[in-house]
């Protein structure tokens, strides 16, 4: 069964703390992405990935890290730099960052307390 | 001017009418264009995809490319109450090899 996995659902995290997010997608997709989500917002891509070990910041990458050591998988970590990160979170994939279509996993919402 | 733009709503619409969400741009060299839907506290799912000038159907749906006037829209026939949803419009930039580039979309309600 194909597609995209994100995990947690829900978290929550106290100030100051690091939270990381997992991704993982089967589709055998070279590009992955993060983006975050605001009430009643469009989405802001924080990091991307077009490659194994290869990543570049979107527009929103402070207070954020990721990392691509294999092509299935693409963690996003949450510093306690990040100043506001109540929000909703998104990966997606394609084959490329040509042009092609993306997919989004079903999204963690992470709330801080 | 923001790179793509959506009038936010909320678009209302009767069950059974037609639909009409639009998007503008600012970049002439845009090459692709995609739909994507969005329901409360979900993910966005991809409905079309568009890469020339003019009109292209899907079941209900049917995207609409004008390259000239940098305009690209979706129309939605026989709306249903299930259609409710934000609708997000995004492209590729000419510059290409870049990931996509999403307006902040429009809410649609159709009211039975």
């Known amino acids: 069964d194909g597609g995209i996995t994100q995990s947690p659902k829900y978290l929550f995290r106290k100030e100051g703390q690091n939270v990381t997010l997992s991704c993982e997608q089967n589709?055998?997709?070279?590009?992955m992405y993060w983006y975050r989500q605001d009430p009643g917002q469009g989405l802001r891509l924080i990091y991307y990935?077009?490659?194994?070990?290869?990543?570049q910041k979107g527009d929103i990458a402070e207070g954020y890290s990721v990392s691509r050591e294999k092509k299935e998988s693409f963690p996003l970590t949450v510093t306690s730099a990040q100043k506001n990160p109540t929000a909703f979170y998104l990966c997606?994939?394609?084959?490329?960052?040509?042009?092609?279509?993306?997919?989004f996993g079903p999204g963690t919402r992470l709330t801080v307390l | 001017q923001k790179e793509v733009e959506q009038n936010s709503g909320p678009l209302s619409v009767p069950e059974g009418a037609i639909a009409s969400l639009n998007c503008t741009y600012s970049?002439?060299?845009?090459?692709?264009f995609f739909w994507y839907r969005q329901y409360s506290g979900k993910s966005p799912e991809l409905i079309m995809f568009?890469?020339?000038?003019g009109d292209k159907e899907d079941g209900r749906f049917t995207a609409q490319l004008n390259k000239a006037s940098q305009y690209v829209s979706l129309l939605i026939r026989d709306s249903q109450p299930s259609d409710s949803a934000t609708y997000l419009c995004?492209?590729?930039?000419?510059?290409?090899?870049?990931?996509?580039?999403f307006g902040k979309g429009t809410r649609l309600s159709v009211i039975a």
């Open positions: 997606a994939s394609s084959w490329g960052s040509d042009g092609n279509e993306q997919f």
């Open positions: 589709l055998n997709h070279d590009a």
């Open positions: 990935s077009q490659i194994v070990n290869d990543f």
């Open positions: 970049d002439r060299g845009s090459q692709s």
């Open positions: 568009i890469y020339s000038n």
């Open positions: 995004a492209l590729v930039l000419n510059s290409g090899n870049t990931p996509l580039v």
